[in-house]
């Protein structure tokens, strides 16, 4: 038995496989959604993306494992779409391919896998993975937007501003300010609040037009400016606009568990917890 590369063809087949398992706690992986819809597409964006790849293991003409790499060469980084398996011996044949189709090209990958999904933990802890902080995942699905609502977003000529503001607050995370910048578009918003020093505060979200679903993946203020409110306002803002004027059927969101008062205004919000995710870090240059 041997790892193969995912061909298109059997996309449908690896959702389906996917979805079943993802669905579950005890096998859930952050970074692909619980809908067979949802996932295919996610599938099929990486089949078509020519930096990333994805492996499967059969059993007769049924899907037993399958490992998807979500790469960014330029970086040297990738996460792991999986391991999801039938039997955990499938992992190591499923890394040992990654590991090669990629050698000399990445080095560093993350996993974010439920607290619950311990194959995750085990195959973290025995391929030297390290624990980096523990997210908790939440979901807002109802709400109540009356009236109008003024929606600020980031002029051109607070880029600048707000590159200096977002890699000041969030250093070393997935999207750098300039990565943010270009990705701005009609479903890509970065919501904005400034007083006469500038630009003091604002929320990046983006827009999932086929699932109805909208993500808040970073707010950030000032250190100056900090317990008056700004955050709430933000995010009061980004609710009403995906709610009102994009049409949102609900909007996702992931806190570090330990950030008890971004916790608190969520709740407030009407966010609920969903689950709770570990997030894994290996770098293969240590």
Known sequence: MKAEILEHSNLMQAAEF??????????????????????FQSLEEMNHDPESAAFI????????????????????????????????????????????????????????????????????????????????????KEHSCNGLRKVSLLPFHRHGEFIHLHDTVFPHTYYSGKEIIEKI??????????????????????????????????????????????????????????????GAKSIKLCVGTTNEKALSIYKKAGFKVERSLNFYKLDIRE
């Not at 996917?18 to 996932?39: K, V």
């Not at 490992?67 to 190591?92: H, Y």
Request: charged content about 25%; hydrophobic content about 35%.
């Open 18 to 39: 996917i979805a079943e398992m993802n669905a579950l706690p005890e096998c859930h992986i952050g970074y692909l959604g619980t809908s067979q819809n949802d996932i």
């Open 57 to 140: 293991v059969r059993e007769g003409n049924a899907l037993a494992g399958y490992l998807g790499i979500d790469s960014d060469l330029n970086k040297g980084t990738a996460e792991l779409w999986g391991p999801f398996v039938q039997k955990n011996e499938f992992m190591r044949l499923l890394w040992e391919k990654a590991l090669h189709y990629f050698e000399g090209n990445l080095h560093t990958y993350y996993l974010f896998a439920d607290t619950y999904n311990h194959t995750a933990a085990g195959f973290a802890s025995k391929n030297g993975f390290r624990l980096q902080s523990a997210q908790t995942y939440m979901e807002l």
């Open 185 to 246: 578009n009609a479903d890509h918003k970065v919501y904005t609040s400034d007083d006469a020093d500038g630009l003091n505060g604002y929320l990046y979200a983006e827009y999932n037009r086929e699932e109805k679903e909208g993500s808040i993946e970073f707010i950030g203020v000032d250190p100056c400016k900090r317990k008056k409110g700004i955050g709430k306002s933000l995010l009061e803002m980004a609710v009403h606009d995906l709610f009102v004027n994009s």
